[in-house]
């Protein structure tokens, strides 16, 4: 048994049962490596938060500052990608970068998007918002890509905009859990034009229509991600295609529950079920082979005005 990727597997089924349930659909070389690099990026999102996959740790366990705890988890990945590691996540993270080549640019994408965490950086613009995004969300659909082999600009583009979706969508699903834990993530500006300020506005029920109008522009905003991001999948191996695509299909069906309910979006977790999730994998079959078979008749639309990852070009395929 590879203990790595056992180690990573547990991690998956117990951090994210959503994406656990795509990785089912990957080839088993795919599989592990996204396990193994998944393992990484919940071991250090918990480390920032002071959570234990994804769920909060006793107060009185969480001792050390944030600060010190993502300079541990810069030092330990900057090691991992020269190939030094000794705890699993990172001989995880060392074993993917090595095997798919992925630039070590990656990987400190995602540390930074910790950052912005920790100095409780703030979201004035649109712009800001989607930057946050891709650090914790984009630069992961880029590193999965690259396990799927991935490697043309215009491919990884459209993977980026799929992270920055299932991001938005996670703000959207959040907005007053953050907004009581001291994180607002909804672009300042829009929030001022909704009459809304800090996140003790956000968090009062009394402003809860408002606070659902700019989530709901939120989503709208997530809807032109995903769309660009079906223009992605046909360039990806079949198998691989479809775990994407049901992924697609099951986060953006969350999106939909936040807007059916409306001032109550948030009155439980928005979620979807396991028949629901099983609904989704389906369809995403189908849409799957809808997109092979008219890759080579149709030209996706370019990517206007939409995000693009720093250093990568911006020729808007």
Known sequence: MDTIVEHSRQLIEKGSKSFAGAARLFD????????????????????????ELGFNRAPATVTEPAE??????????????????????????????AKHEIPARHPLELIEGFRMDVEGRHYQTADDTLSYCYHVAGVVGVMMAMIMGVRDQAT??????????????????DVIP????????????????????????????ANRDAVFAVTKRLLNEADRYYLSARYGLPHLPIRAAWAIA??????????????????????????????????????????????????????P?????????????????
């Open 28 to 51: 088993n070389d795919t599989r592990a490596s996204a396990y193994m690099l998944y393992a990484w990026c919940r071991h250090c999102d918990d480390e920032i938060d002071g959570q």
């Open 68 to 97: 010190v705890r993502l300079a541990r988890i810069t030092a330990q990945t900057i090691a991992a990608i020269k190939g030094d590691a000794d705890h699993p996540v990172f001989q995880a993270l060392a074993r993917v970068v």
């Open 301 to 317: 639309p370019p990517r206007d005005g939409l995000w693009t990852m720093p250093g990568l070009g911006t020729d808007g395929r």
């Open 246 to 299: 049901a992924a697609r299909r099951i986060y953006r069906q969350i999106g939909f529950v936040v807007r059916q309910r409306g001032a109550r979006a948030w009155d439980s977790r928005a979620g979807v079920s396991h028949r629901g999730k099983m609904a989704q994998a389906f369809l995403a079959i189908v849409s799957i082979g809808r997109a092979h078979a008219s890759r080579a008749i149709k030209t």
């Open 156 to 173: 990884l583009n459209r993977a980026s905009d799929l992270g920055i979706a299932f991001q938005l969508t996670n703000i959207a699903r």
């Open 178 to 205: 953050d907004a009581l834990a001291g994180r607002v993530y909804l672009p300042a500006d829009w929030l001022s034009e909704a009459g809304l300020s800090g996140g003790a506005a956000i968090a009062d029920p």
